[in-house]
């Protein structure tokens, strides 16, 4: 895990605070315990984290019982455009601390109750930042110009997601 500077740790309990008051007006919590989420440790991942833009990660006591050790946030999550996502991710990482460990049906129906609706869709494009962010190649489809951004050339051994067309290289620095 990565530590938190002053300002991040400041910024994590900030989040924590509006998610879990938040969280308290939602009818499937009114009921819910929600004191564990206000001690749970908040820390981060790596900067260069891609996919992964928060987790639970979870220590098996003697006993065999699972706890919560640590629950990580990508550090980019405290900078704009993206605060709002970064507490659509906490709750979601939450969902998991209350106890519903698989992303199921039931998982999914309480996720879709956080009520910014358009910061709850902004995964895509978080990772599509991030990966830019790193990138050095675009991988660019001649078809429809889409273009993926990725930290290796793809030498003619990748398809167009949506057309199937083999996609070129291009350094990033060209595409700017
Ligand atoms: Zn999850
Ligand atoms: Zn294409």
Redo the contacts with the bound molecule.
Sequence with gaps: MVRPNQEQQLRLEELRQGVVSLLGTLDSFVSTDTGELLTVPLGLLRKSATQRHGVTRWLRLEDGTLEVEVVELHPRLFEEPWCDYGAFVLFHEFLHVLGFRAHNSVFRALESQWPNRSAAGMGKAFTQAMRLGRARWLWY?P??K?SYPRQRKSNGKFQ?R??R?LLQDRPVQDAQ
Excluded: G
């Design positions: 489809c078809s429809c889409e167009c949506t057309c067309k």
